[in-house]
């Protein structure tokens, strides 16, 4: 009992509290309200983890709610890759909710606020709105139209929703504290006119609520009991608070609003403002490039929905917002990957072995082992024949003792095969090596039982069989960006530090079982990493994508 206590984290703190004193079980209810204006990213999984998990932890309602109050920037196609990308993460919401569905009570309450005398129609510019309202060491003070009388702004307001007011011309403002310390208290804006088409609503509304008018009033009608957003939001508190006092009956829960802080990741951006840029300006191709934090590009790249939880589950939730570095991300892939990922043999930089012993036009089909991590996995056969594939880093003529790879007089084995031994080698006029010669000891076939089979060499080398195997598009990744954190330079923009080799494309060659792989298969590609199927692959050609590398190829280069 003691034990479970100590990794509770704050929020479950909270809420653990908050059920021995105000709350009971089965009124806890929880929302994960995404803007239906871009791609989820990596720091929404930890927000989507945090919700969800804890509707499974409490056995409580967790609502996905779109907060869809900005026509200009939302798109049907938004929600439907949100919705996607949380099934694929393995949650389920209870119910499916929109902000823009809360529009007729939300202006109903913003009527009540104008007869009250609590809301006023401002004409000004938002440039003298802005000047007006002060900074955080000057006060605010009041424009010219915030006497309005009530039946003027009731009058107003209705030309706005009308749409008889032209776009722009004037917004609805609650009427709070000009001098508050708190910059949201000083008269937010609570409606603007937008007339512009809206993925749900259509042209019936010519007013859209702002977002802070819209959250905490949709959290109340939803009755959730725990309201989590990123810090950012902490002063939005008493702004809900304010707007929750003077529209509803205190008898009803109150949902309770803490902050948790923004999960970030280095050598990327989080914020889908920001992705939507690289989108536009053709960085990447498309929300779902492999190279983007997006849920659905990093499961374009492989990416499984386990190693995304468990990363997201590791770094926690944190009261202090911080820089996670990326490779804490490729440690989860790769951690899961190992256990799941069938071993295949691929060479993306090839070079000709020619075994001059091997009868010329003959194959033999090799078993080989799927996982030896998993012995479910079971085994697959590969071709073998007289002329091979290497990769050209695998073969020199003369290297120190260290170069455990194949040398002129030196053996190694080929895994699944046989042990070969480096006789002589071909080059053209430039220098380079195109042809290895080699001979094989055919008593050395690897798990027949002889006494050579059983003989050690030092490496062991992948390889294909060159008339069987498949030539593959393979895409390699990059960093999409050199600095760790290039959003947060005064004078630079993030755009500066765009990777230039964020990607690069190869033919590679693979043994024929490949083949068999449907879209989103991952395999390793023994020695060299995980490699995925993109969507892209075609009958002619199959395409994969590098998950990630078989090691921290980073942290090895900063040794
Ligand atoms: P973005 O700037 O990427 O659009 P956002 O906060 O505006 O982020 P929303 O769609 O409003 O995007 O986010 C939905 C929920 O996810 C919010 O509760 C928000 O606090 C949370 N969230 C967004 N980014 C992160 C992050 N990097 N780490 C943790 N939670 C996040
Ligand atoms: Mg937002």
């Not at 823009?100 to 440039?127: C, N, P, R, T």
């Not at 079982?513 to 199927?533: I, W």
Request: charged share 30%; with cysteine; aromatic share 10%.
């Amino acid at each position: 009992m003691s034990e479970e206590k100590e990794t509770l984290n704050f929020i479950e703190h909270i809420i653990e509290e908050d059920l021995k004193t105000t709350h009971n079980k089965e009124g806890l209810c929880f929302r994960f309200p995404p803007e239906p204006n871009g791609y989820l990213h990596i720091g929404h999984a930890s927000s989507i983890c945090l919700n969800f998990g804890l509707g499974l932890k409490y056995n409580a309602p967790v609502n996905l709610r779109f907060d869809d109050t900005n026509p200009a920037k939302e798109e049907q196609r938004f929600v439907d890759a949100i919705k996607k990308d949380i099934s694929f993460l393995g949650y389920s919401w209870t119910k499916e909710c929109y902000a823009s569905d809360y529009f007729q009570q939300l202006y109903d309450w913003a009527l009540l606020l104008i007869k009250e005398g609590k809301a006023y129609v401002d004409s000004q510019s938002s440039e003298d709105i802005a000047n007006q309202k002060g900074t955080p060491t000057t006060l605010g003070v009041a424009g010219p139209y915030r006497t309005r009388s009530v039946s003027e702004n009731l009058d107003l307001f209705e030309q706005m929703k009308t749409g008889d007011a032209p776009e722009g011309a004037h917004v609805l403002r609650a009427k709070i504290d000009l001098e508050s310390s708190n910059m949201l208290m000083r008269d937010p804006v609570i409606y603007r006119t937008l007339h512009k088409h809206h993925h749900r609503t259509g042209t019936d509304w010519k007013i859209f609520p702002m977002y802070d008018w819209t959250h905490g009033e949709s959290d109340y009608i939803e009755q959730i009991s725990h309201s989590f957003c990123t810090l950012e939001f902490l002063p939005h508190r008493e702004l809900y608070d304010w707007f929750l006092d003077q529209l509803v009956d205190p008898v009803k829960l109150r949902p309770k609003q803490r902050e948790f802080a923004r999960r970030n990741l280095s050598h990327t951006l989080v914020s889908k403002r920001k992705l939507a840029r690289l989108v536009e300006e053709g960085v990447v191709q498309s929300w779902d490039d492999p190279r983007m934090p997006t849920i659905s590009g990093l499961r374009r790249r492989g990416y499984t929905a386990a190693s995304i939880k468990n990363f997201a589950e590791g770094i926690g939730v944190g009261k202090r917002d911080n820089l996670i570095d990326v490779s804490r991300l490729e440690f989860s892939i790769r951690e899961d990957l190992n256990k799941k990922a069938n071993r295949v043999m691929a060479v993306l930089d090839p070079v000709k072995v020619i075994i001059t012993n091997y009868p010329e036009g003959e194959t033999e089909w090799l078993e080989a082992e799927n996982n030896q991590e998993d012995p479910e996995a079971g085994h697959r056969q590969v071709p073998f024949s007289r002329e091979l594939y290497i990769e050209k880093e695998d073969f020199r003529e003369e290297a120190n003792k260290k170069f455990f790879r194949l040398k002129l007089g030196k053996e190694v084995r080929l895994k699944n095969a046989y042990i070969i031994k480096a006789e002589g080698c071909v080059k053209d006029e430039d220098g380079n090596i195109t042809e290895i010669h080699c001979s094989y000891d055919p008593k050395s076939k690897s798990g027949s039982g002889t006494q050579e089979s059983l003989r050690k060499v030092k490496g062991t080398l992948h390889w294909v069989a060159i008339k069987e195997a498949i030539p593959v598009e393979v895409r390699l990744y990059d960093r999409l960006f050199t600095d760790p954190s290039p959003d947060t330079h005064k004078d630079k923009d993030f755009m500066d530090f765009v990777n230039p080799d964020s990607l690069t494309v190869i033919t590679g060659y693979a043994e024929p079982s490949l083949k068999e792989l449907a879209v989103e298969d991952t395999v390793q590609f023994q020695r060299l990493g995980y490699f995925t199927v993109d969507p892209e692959t075609t009958e002619d050609e199959m395409v994969f994508n590098r998950t990630v590398s078989l090691r921290d190829s980073w942290a090895r280069l900063a040794e």
